[in-house]
């Protein structure tokens, strides 16, 4: 469930530490900061984005729209595209309800 619905344990921290917990971000703020530790990665090491993206598929499970984003992020045709770039392919595919807002990556 960790890896292929992660934001089921998006709450944890409240619901077993209590309110003091800090809230938890929301999803888009989520992948921003997994996109940008790609990006940092692939400049200090060369570890091509692609090879990182496979552990964030699971963060949008549920939202319309969640199948092509995914399928966005493991199309291998895009893999020579900058990380942002393929984000914000990727985000255009999400349709957000009425629970869970899209900011722009």
Known sequence: EAYHNPW????WDTRFLGASSPAAPDRAAVEDGYVAYMARETARHGTPWS???????????????????????????????????VQARARACLQPGPREAVSPG
């Open 8 to 11: 089921s344990m998006a709450d």
């Open 51 to 85: 090879h990182l993206s496979r552990h964030m598929l699971g963060l949008w499970n549920g939202v319309p729209g969640a199948r092509r984003w995914r399928q966005v992020w493991s199309d291998h045709r895009l893999k020579a595209l900058p990380v942002g770039e």
